[in-house]
């Protein structure tokens, strides 16, 4: 990637960070909270593709966790929040793609962090209580990180074309 890329991506994860840290809602099983990080997850990932996508979502999860108190997250928020912007960025042209996208791409976000929750309560339970248990508290998440993909891809549809405009005068190319 062109420098310019690179701080472009450095300047939307910082941007994200900032905004997913004030505006945060915890989650009902006090395991995680909801948050804004997936407008800028969007964002990279139509504007720089797969790439730029999984780089601002893995990066943003990461350190969003251990500035928010939640370090036992960020190598699952690394993966999960990488994965889902790396989808987002696949073929991301046309609304129904990106509709499509983020439906595969929040899927991916939700399962795996009803999965990561699930195995994270039962380690913290010290595997004292059962999967099945464990499993089905995590499923509380579910709502909110859902909302959380839909509020992000709203978000971002609305700010995306001012920034469209943006980058398009940095001359990125």
């Known amino acids: 990637m062109k ?10 994860i910082a941007v ?7 505006i945060k809602l915890p989650s009902p ?7 804004l990080v997936e407008a ?8 720089f593709g797969p790439r730029g996508g999984a780089a601002v979502g893995g990066v ?18 690394l993966m999960i929040h990488g994965a889902e912007g790396y989808v987002f960025g696949l073929n ?20 795996g962090y009803w999965l990561a929750g699930t195995m994270l309560m039962w380690l913290m339970a ?10 089905l508290a995590t499923a509380s998440d579910i709502p909110g990180n859902i909302m959380q993909v839909l509020v992000g891809f709203v978000v971002a549809l609305i700010v995306n074309k ?5 980058l398009a005068k940095a001359d990125l190319n």
Request: net charge positive; hydrophobic share 55%.
């Open 162 to 166: 001012p920034i469209q405009r943006l």
């Open 40 to 47: 800028g997850i969007f964002i990279a990932a139509w504007n």
């Open 29 to 35: 099983t006090g395991a995680g909270f909801v948050s």
């Open 92 to 111: 991301s042209k046309r609304l129904q793609d990106k509709l499509m996208m983020t439906l595969i791409g929040g899927t991916i976000m939700v399962l």
């Open 60 to 77: 943003t999860g990461l350190l969003l966790d251990l500035i928010a108190g939640y370090p036992q997250w960020m190598i699952m928020s």
């Open 3 to 12: 420098t310019k890329k690179l701080t472009v991506l450095s300047v939307i």
């Open 16 to 22: 994200n960070l900032a905004l997913s840290y004030v």
């Open 126 to 135: 010290g595997m004292s209580m059962p999967w099945s248990a464990a499993f």
